[in-house]
């Protein structure tokens, strides 16, 4: 791959498929669940990352009881949590793609060792692993090595996202001046409109329309595509090119869809953080405090 932030050889040519235009989507999302289904509140369940002494370690936080160890990926980056909160992905310096699942670790499949921005990303309901393979093609995997499948190529290698709805997967350029949206049924990318520079993709909305991304803070140094401890996000509608509006005051320091459509965004505070969670009008319906200890760790998921 052809990188700003990474070196290597040089990328496939972009797939030029048009983006297929779906129905008008809601100021935040096209939600996946039924009309008139209220949402479960959310507890603060989530996980975090955090770097110490050279080594990555991944928790889940449960209120009431503290954090639990899920597990210490490989230092190079290339780590993912599940969406339940329970199972652990990543690539390894040899190219290994590993899922830690309890005490298991069961090796799914391999992969060029490539940069850190190449992370591998989860499907909604936890069950399967998506990751970029030889010539920017994407494989599809379950969690427990069963049914590996090659699902398309893209040029959007880095930091993968899953949309809610299973249909597609985003990420960024390693060129960082770009991200594509791959459509597992057509097997085809394309480029999303409105973005000119991209240092990382966290979120897809449940319809794959709407992505979370952040911009490089200083276009003169656009970083390492390691995996952010807090990003500034911004919401891209990819078939316009639009920006959607995040309507939460302060700073921000991250945000995430959920598969029934909300919104969840972190907000900078002194003691702790906080979680606001956004309905799918794009109101507040919760906040919800962080604890202390995860203040200066990075957050991987909102567990529902």
């Known amino acids: 791959m052809k990188h700003r932030i990474l070196v290597g050889a040089a990328l496939a040519a972009a797939v030029t498929a048009a ?3 779906p129905a008008a989507a809601s100021v935040l999302a096209g939600a996946s669940v039924q009309a008139g289904t209220a949402a479960r509140p959310l507890t603060g369940r989530a996980v975090y990352f955090d770097y110490k002494a050279g080594k990555f ?21 290339q780590f993912s949590a599940s969406p339940d909160g329970r199972k652990l992905a990543w690539i390894t310096v040899a190219g290994k793609v590993l899922v830690k699942d309890g005490s298991k670790i069961t090796t799914v499949a391999k992969a060029p060792t490539g940069g850190p921005c190449a ?22 995997v379950n969690a427990d090595g069963t049914g590996r499948h090659a699902a398309g190529k893209t040029t959007g290698v880095c930091h993968l996202t899953w949309s809610g709805n299973g249909r597609y997967l985003a990420g960024y350029a390693g060129t960082a001046d770009a991200v594509y949206r791959l459509d597992l049924r057509t097997g085809r990318a394309a480029k999303a409109k409105g973005v000119k520079l991209v240092t990382h993709v966290q979120s897809l909305s449940p319809d794959g329309r709407n992505v979370i ?29 639009r920006k959607v509006p995040i309507p939460v005051k302060g700073r921000l320091l991250g945000a995430f869809y959920l598969a029934d459509g909300r919104l969840v965004v972190r907000v900078a505070g002194g003691a702790h953080h906080t979680l606001v969670v956004l309905d ?13 200890q995860a203040k200066k760790q990075g957050l991987l998921q909102i567990v529902p």
């Open 213 to 241: 991304m952040s911009p490089p803070v200083d276009p003169g140094a656009m970083g390492d595509g390691g995996w952010p401890s807090s990003f500034t996000p911004v919401i891209v509608d990819m078939v316009t090119g």
């Open 280 to 292: 799918k009008q794009g109101k507040e319906s919760q906040r919800l405090g962080e604890p202390a």
């Open 57 to 77: 370690s991944v928790d889940r936080y449960e209120p009431g009881s503290g954090f639990v160890r899920i597990g210490r990926p490989s230092d190079n980056f």
């Open 119 to 140: 992370t591998p990303t989860w499907s909604s309901d936890s069950k399967q692993v998506a990751f970029v393979g030889k010539a920017d093609v994407v494989t599809v």
């Open 19 to 21: 983006f297929a235009v």
